[in-house]
T-cell receptor, first 112, second 114 residues
């Protein structure tokens, strides 16, 4: 079955770059997503990348996809305290009936 | 264009009661997914529905849980005879027809069973 793995915690200093990594197993993944969840809130779609792309940039966010290694990363430039949240990686592919499958989430802690 | 709407945001039920969670997808979205999030855990898929059809319910517990997405009105996740272990945040997501990228989430319903 499909599986998405993420490290559970990341701590960075304000102003530094953050890199959150994710690996997945479903080779038929069509779309790969990054969601942000703040405490007590729902999931906010940050960005997604189609599987035929290897990079996508959106302001402070850069998504890199290594399809050969099934590795996805999210880089946040100039990390701010407001970026502190849980970040979920997810994939959706034909192998899973187009059901988005999520990792356990990475808690990003930004300290001054 | 309103986002995915879930209600209620918070729901408290006594053990043995029924819980009904509602989800209205975004306009133009015909696919609905329900997920459960337990404390300190990720999102676990429960059920995937299209209008009047259950497409995949492989993540639903076999007993007490049911879901529907009628032709008119919101999708409903129903939990009968709730137990303490049902306490969790339940999230709904919607997406356009098959093959499209966007999958947007509601704010969730936080169910507490006392």
């Amino acid at each position: 079955g499909e599986d998405v793995e993420q490290s559970l915690f990341l701590s960075v200093r304000e102003g530094d770059s953050s890199v959150i990594n994710c690996t997945y197993t479903d080779s038929s993944s069509t779309y790969l997503y990054w969601y942000k969840q703040e405490p007590g809130a729902g999931l906010q779609l940050l960005t997604y990348i189609f599987s035929n792309m290897d990079m996508k940039q959106d302001q402070r966010l850069t998504v890199l996809l290594n399809k050969k290694d099934k590795h996805l990363s999210l880089r946040i430039a100039d990390t701010q305290t407001g970026d502190s949240a849980i970040y979920f990686c997810a994939e959706k592919g034909t192998g899973g009936s187009y059901i988005p499958t999520f990792g356990r989430g990475t808690s990003l802690i930004v300290h001054p | 264009n309103a986002g995915v709407m879930q209600n209620p945001r918070h729901l408290v039920r006594r053990r043995g009661q029924e819980a009904r969670l509602r989800c209205s997808p975004m306009k133009g979205h015909s696919h609905v997914y329900w997920y459960r999030q337990l404390p300190e855990e990720g999102l676990k898929f429960m059920v995937y529905l299209q209008k009047e059809n259950i497409i995949d319910e492989s993540g639903m517990p076999k007993e007490r849980f049911s879901a529907e997405f009628p032709k008119e009105g919101p999708s409903i996740l129903r939990i009968q005879q709730v137990v303490r272990g049902d306490s969790a945040a339940y999230f709904c997501a919607s997406s356009p027809p098959r093959g499209k990228a966007e999958a947007f989430f509601g704010q969730g319903t936080r169910l507490t069973v006392v």
